[in-house]
Nanobody, 118 residues
């Protein structure tokens, strides 16, 4: 079973930056599948905020222009660079690996907390 492990969360003031990373355990997993970042704040639904695969990257409107998703095929990792953070970005952030067609989640991380204070 493929595992993905997130790292890099923490606390930052509004306007600051954080970089999240996610490592996949299966060889070539990042190359083969769609990799995504989700987040979930208390009392809110899970939100897909960014994804990347061989066809390109996509972003939710809530993070577009502030967050950048990237992948390192050689290291089998992805990253999420988060700039101009806002208090409403506070959430648990999850990394996921998904099929290219149908969005079936194949691997789901344990999550990393991001807290943005005003």
């Amino acid at each position: 079973q493929v595992q993905v492990v997130e790292s890099g969360g923490g606390s930052v003031q509004a306007g600051g930056s954080l970089r999240l990373s996610c490592a996949a355990s299966a060889t070539n997993f990042v190359l083969t599948y769609n990799m995504a970042w989700y987040r979930q704040a208390p009392g809110k639904e899970r939100e897909l905020i960014a994804s990347i695969d061989t066809f390109g990257s996509t972003y939710a409107e809530s993070v577009k222009g502030r967050f950048t998703i990237s992948r390192d095929i050689n290291e089998n990792t992805i990253a999420l660079q988060m700039n101009s953070l806002k208090p409403e970005d506070t959430a648990m952030y999850y990394c996921a690996g998904r099929r290219l067609v149908g969005d079936e989640i194949l691997a789901w991380g344990q999550g990393t907390q991001v807290t943005v204070s005003s």
